[in-house]
Nanobody, 119 residues
Framework: QVQLVESGGGLVQAGGSLRLSCAAS????????MGWYRQVPGKQRELVAISDDSTNYADSARGRFTISRDNSQKTVSLQMNSLKPEDTAVYYC???????????????WGQGTQVTVSL
């Protein structure tokens, strides 16, 4: 099995900053990608930022959020600056993991962490 454990969500005022962290553990041969998605009630989960062969950001995150990944530690972080009320959501850590050399990749999710940005 593969586990993703997130930390760092919370309540912050508009214009403030938060840092989310995620650590992967379990039966892991290689991690092909790690990133962050978010979801608000009634809407689809959407990409915030992802690191695979390159780094990609949603338009809403570019310039304010920074993703960083440590392959040796199997961690990924998301530094969120200049937060806006519309960034309020549950943020999910994501990893695309190969569990052995012969396995195909699987998609794994963390349990989610709430980020609330107040006016």
């Amino acid at each position: 099995q593969v586990q993703l454990v997130e930390s760092g969500g919370g309540l912050v005022q508009a214009g403030g900053s938060l840092r989310l962290s995620c650590a992967a553990s379990g039966s892991i041969f290689s991690i092909e990608a790690m990133g962050w998605y978010r979801q608000v009630p009634g809407k689809q989960r959407e990409l915030v930022a992802i690191s695979d062969d390159s780094t990609n950001y949603a338009d809403s995150a570019r310039g304010r959020f920074t993703i960083s990944r440590d392959n040796s530690q199997k961690t990924v972080s998301l530094q969120m600056n200049s937060l806006k009320p519309e960034d309020t959501a549950v943020y999910y850590c994501y990893a695309r993991v190969r569990r052995s050399a012969s396995d195909s990749c699987g998609n794994y999710w963390g349990q989610g962490t709430q980020v609330t940005v107040s006016l």
